[in-house]
């Protein structure tokens, strides 16, 4: 049974509750609200009668969507299908794309079509040669491919004669593929005639402290805190390419310690323990001289603002404007979370905090 705004009918499937809007805006025949729970006397929601459990677990540790960590494995609850074990109980940060979910922690990778992929690919070493000191020259170098078909990256090209024997460096679950020039060339091909990516060469895989994650643009940001400088660098990928990162010029840093990265559809913004930072690909400039707590502490509407629990209230990130400076007074927090809450007609930023 359900009640619509124009009266008592029958429904057959349960398709959702229109309850975000008042009922007064909704078209005549919309599901208003449904008796499919049970509320005690103090308001609290309880399972009904008749309700049967879906799934049990033991120690769930981080969760998102329909995805949780489990006695650290990677569950999909919908399905009951573990996508990957040997997550530990590490903090696990998420993100994701058109595509794929990000899942970032001790174990790094992402989420594409119900399957887990590991993004740590070791750069792979040096070719080693017998130089015979005869013969024409070329380039060879090798990258390593995991399962899922994605390659890391390549140290530099090494320059031998034709006539000399070389040693590749093998790595568990990796399938080395190699990469040769022809004789006194430059671009190297491998065995499908494919030229190396030079942005392959130099490559390396996530840094292994890197804590915050966030997809901006196509790039991924992730945040490596420096403890002894008291300072954070901040890594961006290879555009699309999430699983590579050119340590020697994809970086840049700022004081203090992360707590948060966030994307908006113009720019990244970065929380510290003391300051707010906005990046736009090119330029990084100050926006607060006060921080955020660590956790999810944001939330994004439907019409793409998205919203900050700070040290100093709320904040609109895109524009920028700190919405309840002049009305909050409250301790600073050690984390919290965050999230848009739609309900009659209303909409709520609400925060839960942690002293």
């Not at 940001?221 to 990928?237: G, H, L, P």
């Not at 999430?242 to 994809?250: E, I, L, P, V």
């Amino acid at each position: 049974m359900a009640i619509l705004s124009n009266g008592i009918n029958m429904i057959t499937e349960f398709i959702g509750i229109h309850n975000r809007l008042d009922n007064k805006r909704l078209p005549l025949g919309t599901l208003i609200s449904g008796s499919n729970i049970d509320i005690d006397n103090s308001n609290n929601i309880r399972r009904r009668s008749g309700y049967a459990l879906a799934a049990s677990y033991t120690d769930i540790t981080a969760s998102y969507k329909n995805y949780v960590i489990d006695s650290g494995s990677l569950i999909d609850i919908i399905s009951g299908h573990v996508l990957e074990t040997g997550f530990g109980t590490d903090i696990y940060k998420w993100c994701e794309d058109t595509n794929r979910i990000i899942v970032y922690g001790y174990k790094k990778g992402y989420i594409e079509n119900n399957r887990f992929i590991d993004m740590v690919i070791p750069i792979c070493p040096s070719v080693v040669t017998n130089n015979s000191g005869t013969g024409d020259l070329k380039y060879i170098t090798a990258v390593y491919k995991n399962s899922a078909g994605l390659t890391g990256g390549a140290s530099a090209p090494v320059l031998l004669y034709t006539g000399d024997t070389y040693i590749i460096i093998t790595a568990s679950g990796m399938t080395p593929v190699i990469y040769e020039s022809i004789e006194n060339g430059q671009i190297l091909y491998n065995q499908q005639s494919i030229p190396l990516d030079e942005w392959q060469i130099g490559s390396y895989p996530p840094p292994d402290n890197s804590v915050d994650v966030e997809i901006f643009k196509t790039q991924l940001y992730v945040a490596e805190y420096i403890r002894q400088d008291n300072k954070t660098v901040i890594w961006f990928s290879q555009p699309y390419m999430y699983h590579r990162f050119n340590k020697a010029q994809d970086y840049f840093a700022v004081p203090g310690k992360c707590t948060n990265l966030v994307s908006t559809e113009d720019n990244l913004i970065i929380s510290t323990e003391d300051y707010l930072y906005s990046y736009n690909g090119t330029a990084l400039i100050a926006l607060a001289d006060y921080g955020a707590p660590i956790g999810s502490t944001y939330a994004e509407h439907d019409d793409k603002r998205v919203f900050m629990f700070t040290n100093q209230g709320i904040c609109r990130l895109n524009p920028f404007e700190n919405l309840t400076k002049m009305n909050y007074d409250s301790n600073i927090v050690l984390s919290a979370v965050s999230q848009i809450v739609e309900s009659n007609g209303y909409t709520k930023f609400i925060t839960i905090t942690r002293n």
